[in-house]
């Protein structure tokens, strides 16, 4: 065993460490808080701050040199995931299209999508979206019925596609489309789709906590060049599946660092209404313990990376276990902080230090996105424990 | 950066899986609870003197393996896989305090051997909250009594926290016996009225803590993930309704949810060993959460363990209720998770 960063890592973050104290102006709570601040205000400054990410070369870290990275390894991956949020940056505009879409096209995209796609993703003159999501497919997502029919050098696509991050103001979309109806799997393909295409329509979706951050995208007869499919004809879902798994063990320590971070604003929020007493402070104490059991388990996954291994069950549980806590973490938070913790950002008496309210209706959907907890444990039955599947 | 154990720490943990499970299968463990009143059997404890558990973190020069905290951890887990009876962690925990005083070679090589068990004696009241029943020292004698100190009636010396600093004092004892519902695990109230020599201060106990914290939550853990796979073992091959039981989703989301217990003990157990050994600043929160988080994953572990194996389960002769016999031993002693709480909050400077 050795949980000591190697020499090349300590200094990769305190070279980024020191960036970000530089270049990170005002925190990204203090953004939100700014009374003069509206949604479109807030991507605007995400975009700034992604042009001076791509500037400093801290985008796509692990890309290959000609597409503006520096050959990061996973372990540089996760100490930039987690000094960003040390550092309280603003959260990166084009995340879905860097995270999926740019090893999508790196790993099976044409020589020519690559050149024409991925500059304005990283300077985030192109926002993408993903459109994997449908009304009938969440956590059967392959049960998805967005067609693409092939006519000539077009695809003519139609259906409904929900869920879009960023819908509302994003450039492009990602779909999986299904080119064969009978063939499950094998019947989807990966296609990008431009937003201003006659024929598509985005809508914000409101969610519970008021905001309108995802959208619903429909598609009626689009016709989308057959140029924008990536890699073959049915062979969509596999592309799906083997990005995502690129992404894995990248949040290795960036959730524990900002729990311990809101723990710690939690902690001098109850001292300062005066909630000290023993009920409050077990509480407080087991939310700390289970986050430092997270911290454990991230070192652990980060010392997997950095020793040439690739998480496999090991992302369920990740997913699990902070999805799982964040819920019970904000949950007790409005408990200690009592009606108070109800009150809306917008509200002149609410808590400075953490939006509470918000992050108690968001922790709702953290538990469905991205494989639903239910999925997750699947995952886990069928692939670490070897349970008998049903039937 | 790496998690994995190295080849040396993976023969020791291969080497004592073998050992313990030819030595104390549970069966023997049935049989040696209900038939000798010592709780365990003073031969095979030999043994393991012999294999060098005994010593394993103590110096070469009192017949010691020099080890750190990681292999104690190790060790411990096997110990806890095999529902071992008898003082081990006990016993390994007054020896890293006499080690931490200096001096006591002696005491020191007899305990690596085998010759020796030293506890340490420091309940001071049968329930948390009680009043102290209190313990004082004057001229050289130790007059007082506590509760709770681990298998006393075999022990060559104790060693006896005191508000002025811990003292030893050597057998014999007045021994009453304080029955637990965990036979594997001997306790007993002692009443002292002993010469005794001082031999460390009282905040040499206070920093053993942490090492107590993760070495019992290293234990939690062996306890846990045996009960685990046995019970994984047997949702596979039990049939009702026509089908094995594991194939059931109810039954296979909360194996899921045990797994990540069990995994997120394993990953806070090894990481807090590591700090210990290595001075890490974040050592002593480390340590208090592996064990307050073990002691909540264990008692659920092995109850579940239980739940899933349905009647049979409950069965004295199954043997399962060792492990939760255990868990709930180790959950309450060596900081209990309330008292782990507070240190880890304190750690985290909250």
Not at chain 1, 105 to 132: K, N, T
Not at chain 1, 261 to 286: F, I, N, Q, S, Y
Not at chain 2, 160 to 189: E, I, K, N
Not at chain 2, 205 to 231: C, D, Q, Y
């Amino acid at each position: 065993m050795d949980l000591h960063l190697s020499e090349r890592h300590l200094r990769f973050r305190d070279e980024l460490r020191a960036w970000l104290e530089k270049n990170v102006v005002r925190p990204w709570r203090e953004e939100l808080r700014d009374p003069t601040a509206s949604e479109d205000s807030l991507i605007e400054l995400r975009r700034a701050w992604q042009k001076k990410l791509h500037a400093g070369g801290y985008l796509g870290l692990d890309w290959p040199k000609e597409w503006g990275g520096r050959g990061a390894t996973a372990v540089e991956k996760s100490i930039f995931e987690a000094e960003l949020v040390r550092a309280d940056a603003p959260p990166i505009l084009n995340f879905l299209g860097l995270s999926l879409l740019g090893p999508a096209l790196i790993h099976h995209g044409s020589e020519e999508q690559r050149r024409r796609f991925i500059p304005p993703m990283l300077s985030a003159d192109e926002i993408w979206c993903q459109g994997f999501s449908e009304p009938g497919a969440g956590s059967d997502l392959a049960s998805l019925k967005t067609a693409a029919r092939l006519e000539g050098d077009e695809f003519v696509v139609n259906g409904q596609k929900v869920w879009t991050t960023y819908g509302p103001w994003a450039d492009w979309i990602f779909v999986l489309a299904r080119t064969d109806a009978k063939n499950r799997y094998g019947g989807i393909s990966f296609i990008l789709v431009e937003l201003r295409t006659p024929g598509v329509t985005v809508r914000p979706l409101r969610q519970i906590t008021g905001e309108s951050e995802f959208g619903e995208v429909f598609f009626e007869d689009a016709r989308v060049p057959r140029a924008n499919l990536v890699g073959q004809i049915g062979e969509g879902w596999k592309i799906a599946m083997t990005v995502l798994a690129y992404e894995r063990g990248a949040t290795a320590l960036a959730y524990s660092t900002r729990y311990s971070r809101d723990l710690a604003a939690l902690a001098h929020a109850c001292r300062e209404v005066g909630r000290t007493g023993p009920a409050v402070r077990e509480k407080l104490a087991r939310l700390v313990v289970e986050n430092e059991v997270m911290r454990a388990n991230g070192v652990r996954m980060l010392a997997n990376l950095a020793d040439g291994k690739i998480p496999g069950p090991e992302a369920s549980m990740e997913k699990l276990f902070w999805s799982e806590f964040d819920k019970r973490f904000r949950d007790t938070a409005i408990d200690l902080l009592g009606p108070g913790g109800l009150l809306l950002r917008s509200c002149s008496e609410a808590r400075p230090e953490v939006d509470w309210a918000r992050e108690f209706l968001w922790s709702r959907a953290e538990t469905i996105f991205s494989g639903s907890s239910e999925v997750q444990r699947n995952i886990l039955a069928k692939r670490a424990l070897s349970l008998p599947q049903e039937g | 950066m790496r998690f994995e154990l190295s080849d040396d720490q993976r023969l020791l943990r291969d080497s004592a899986r073998d050992f313990l499970a030819a030595e104390f299968p549970l069966e023997e463990t049935q049989r040696v609870v209900e038939h000798d009143p010592r709780g365990f059997d003073p031969a095979a404890w030999a043994r393991l003197g012999e294999m060098g558990y005994l010593g394993l973190t103590l110096p070469a020069e009192v017949g010691g393996q020099q080890l750190g905290a990681v292999e104690l951890a190790i060790v411990l887990e096997e110990m806890g896989r095999a529902c071992v009876p008898g003082p081990y962690l006990d016993v390994a925990l007054a020896a890293a305090l006499l080690a931490a005083a200096g001096g006591r070679e002696r005491l020191l090589a007899e305990i690596a051997s085998g010759k020796a068990i030293v506890t340490i004696a420091r309940q001071d009241a049968a329930f948390a909250g009680e009043a102290p029943c209190g313990i004082e020292t004057a001229n050289g004698k130790l007059r007082g009594r506590k509760y709770f100190v681990p298998f006393a009636a075999e022990a060559q010396a104790l060693l006896v926290t005191t508000p002025g600093g811990v003292y030893r004092t050597d057998a014999p004892f007045a021994v009453t016996p304080l029955p637990t519902l965990d036979p594997t695990q001997r306790f007993a109230r002692v009443d002292f009225d002993h010469v005794a020599e001082r031999m460390a201060a009282a905040d040499v106990v206070a920093g053993l803590e942490p090492l107590a914290a993760a070495a019992a939550a290293a234990m939690l853990l062996g306890v846990m993930s045996r009960a685990f796979e046995i019970t994984l073992d047997y949702v596979k091959t039990r049939q009702a309704f026509g089908r094995p039981i594991g194939s059931f989703q109810a039954l296979q989301h909360r194996l899921a949810d045990a797994l990540l217990r069990v995994e997120s003990t394993r990953s806070a157990v090894y990481r807090a060993a590591w700090c210990l050994d290595n001075a890490d600043p974040d050592a002593a929160l480390a340590a208090a959460s592996a064990k307050a988080y073990a002691g909540d994953a264990a008692r659920l572990v092995c109850g579940e363990s239980i739940q899933m194996h349905g009647g049979i389960g409950f069965t004295w002769e199954l043997g399962l209720h060792f492990f939760l016999k255990r868990a709930k031993t180790l959950e309450s002693h060596y900081g209990s998770t309330e008292v782990q709480l507070e240190r880890a909050l304190a750690a985290a400077g909250l």
